[in-house]
């Protein structure tokens, strides 16, 4: 069983479009992230929800909203999609909040082109 | 802002030998990560170490947190060509975020 699953693994669509990435992790941990990797490899954390409410929210367009209908699942909508918001999307999970010293298990990420 | 930052970018290393990665962050931390990442996949966590820890030891894995440097070392003792991968590090702090370093490029070569 995947732990924590992404879905699309890949996603083709032009600018301008609204798209949705799903995510689910079957592992009972209480906070969920969403980071974006570019093509130089650099990860940026984008939100964080802890049971379901919103934690982190990073500078990010407000083009991007984050929905997590229980503390299973967190998606990511993206309205009026950009050239720029090409990259891979990861999503992952930890047991709680980082203070308490766990490590993340992540997706197997999104890749998102736009073109 | 970014916090980690590894050194080197890429290193490739014969298989059999030790590869050593660093990893230097700018403000006080709660603990730091290790991560694995393969082409094409997501990250997979490798050790954590803790702010008043100083080594860390699993499997071939060797992890050094020197708090007055504010720096992080990852050994890979007997390099194996499975360990060819990006190697980032990850700090934590107290506004409950992870910042990731760019990687490190680890090639291992028959």
């Known amino acids: 069983d995947t732990a924590v699953s992404q879905t699309p693994k890949y996603l083709v669509t032009q600018m301008g479009n609204d798209k949705s990435i799903k995510c689910e992790q079957n592992?009972?941990?209480?906070?969920m992230y969403w980071y974006k990797q570019d093509s130089k490899k650099f990860l940026k954390i984008m939100f964080s929800?802890?049971?379901?409410?919103?934690?982190i929210n990073e500078t990010v367009p407000n083009r991007f909203s984050p929905k997590s209908p229980d503390k299973a699942h967190l998606n990511l909508h993206i309205n009026s999609l950009e050239l720029g918001d090409s990259a891979v999307y990861f999503c992952?999970?930890?047991?709680?909040?980082?203070?308490?010293?766990?490590?993340?298990?992540f997706g197997s990420g999104t890749r998102l082109t736009v073109v | 802002s970014q916090q980690g930052e590894e050194d080197p970018q890429a290193l490739s290393i014969q298989e059999g030998e030790n590869a050593t990665m660093n990893c230097s962050y700018k403000?006080?931390?709660?603990?730091l990560q290790w991560y694995r990442q393969n082409s094409g996949r997501g990250l997979v966590h490798l050790i954590l170490?803790?702010?008043?820890?100083r080594e860390k030891h699993s499997g071939r894995l060797r992890v050094t947190l020197d708090t007055s440097k504010k720096s992080s070392s990852l050994l890979i003792t007997a390099s194996r060509a499975a360990d060819t991968a990006s190697y980032f590090c990850?700090?934590?702090?107290?506004?409950?975020?992870?910042?990731f370093g760019k990687g490190t490029r680890l090639h291992i070569l028959p």
């Open positions: 992952a999970s930890s047991p709680r909040l980082v203070l308490s010293n766990y490590g993340y298990t």
């Open positions: 592992l009972g941990h209480d906070t």
């Open positions: 929800y802890n049971n379901k409410e919103l934690i």
């Open positions: 403000t006080s931390i709660n603990n």
């Open positions: 990850a700090t934590s702090n107290r506004d409950d975020k992870i910042i």
């Open positions: 170490i803790r702010s008043n820890e």
